[in-house]
């Protein structure tokens, strides 16, 4: 086996069977529909978007500098658009989307004016966690912007009930309330940055140690 594929694969085994073992976990829901299914109730991981902080620790170079970086840019980057998702739909509801352009706008400008407080501050991660943010907030309904963008009873048993389920936003099934679209997307990139670091770790420590040269 050559240098580089021992360096990789060590790498490329841990990362495969950690994402199994986070895809299993994140898809666990506690809402039966009677019929061998589920759907997530308000509080709920995103699959995907532990992926993204999980990339951006390697981006930043796989360490516990980056571990710290990344994670400080998913705070700063979801609550920015916290703050951003309740300013744009009291600016402009459904169906102005001008209001929601307008903060985001705003917003970025901000994310990246923030980078005059030093070097520390890793704007890279921040854009990914604000427009992961975003992302889920409109998959899930856009609560606020639109009407019943949280789902109607934002609960598993509104969800399970022929009469309400699928009565969110246009007709979503996976409608979530704006605050829970906040929490559910920080927790998640939060795990994302446990795997980077966990994956990093574990790596380092089956990778074989080049062997000492010979006098």
Not at 107 to 132: E, K, N, Q, R
Not at 195 to 206: D, F, P, Y
Request: net charge negative; with cysteine; hydrophobic share 60%.
């Amino acid at each position: 086996m050559g240098a580089r594929a021992q360096a990789i694969l060590p790498l490329a085994l841990v990362v495969g069977v950690l994402s199994f073992l986070w895809t299993e976990f994140a898809l666990v829901t506690d809402g039966d529909l009677g019929i061998g299914l589920a759907l997530p109730s308000n509080f709920h991981l995103i699959l995907p978007t532990a992926f993204i902080s999980w990339g951006m620790f390697f981006m930043a170079g796989g360490d516990n500098a980056a571990f710290g970086k990344v994670l400080v840019a998913c705070i700063f980057g979801t609550v920015a658009a916290l703050v951003t998702m309740p300013l744009a739909f009291k600016t402009a509801a459904l169906p102005d989307f001008w209001g929601i352009a307008l903060w985001v706008g705003i917003f970025a400008f901000v994310l990246v004016a923030i980078l005059i407080a030093g070097d520390w501050y890793y704007v890279a991660g921040t854009f990914p966690a604000f427009a992961a943010t975003f992302l889920w907030w409109i998959a899930t309904g856009l609560d606020g912007w639109a009407a019943n963008g949280g789902g109607v009873g934002n609960s598993i048993a509104a969800l399970g009930d022929p009469a309400t389920a699928g009565t969110g936003a246009f007709g979503g099934v996976i409608s979530t309330p704006w605050t829970f679209v906040w929490l559910n997307t920080l927790v998640t990139l939060v795990c994302g940055c446990i795997l980077g670091i966990v994956s990093a770790k574990v790596a380092a420590a089956i990778t074989p140690k080049p062997r000492a040269a010979e006098a």
